[in-house]
């Protein structure tokens, strides 16, 4: 809104205030994606998800059986930095056990398309290091 003031020498100034709206987009997520293959041991599956993802043992035995019978599933939504970082770590792992097992990323579109397994809502807000 402009606003008119007289200044000392009686002329007129038009002064404009500005206030600045800073909206923080929601960071977009990224789904990490587990793969299903004939060769890693299902032992060795479930221990990966529990030291990556910090599941509990019977959700990573869970999500390992999702993926092992529908060939892929979601494990969890993540900034790209984190998703990044943690099928890193599962490659990195499956590479020294020398298993073919496989994590990968993909950008999240909200729409729920049903490879999450526990048909929750899988969203993550980034907050936790998990
Ligand atoms: N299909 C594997 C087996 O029968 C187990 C497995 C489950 C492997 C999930 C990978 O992401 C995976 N030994």
């Known amino acids: 809104m402009p606003h008119f003031e007289d200044d000392q020498q009686g002329d007129s100034k038009v002064l404009t205030k500005t206030k600045t709206r800073t909206k923080l987009a929601r960071p977009r997520l990224y789904k990490v994606l587990l793969h299903n293959d004939d060769f890693t041991p299902r032992e ?31 494990v969890g939504l993540y900034p790209f930095s984190i998703a990044e970082t943690k099928v890193a770590e599962v490659g990195s792992l499956a590479q020294q056990a020398e298993v073919p097992l496989l ?28």
């Open 103 to 130: 994590c990968t990323i993909e950008p999240d579109t909200g729409d729920g398309d049903g490879e999450g397994g526990d048909g929750g809502d899988d969203r993550d807000d980034g907050g936790d290091v998990n």
């Open 44 to 74: 060795f599956v479930v221990v990966v998800l529990q030291h990556v993802f910090h599941l509990t043992e019977s959700d990573a035995s869970r999500l390992m059986l999702y993926v092992h019978k529908n060939g892929v599933g979601v």
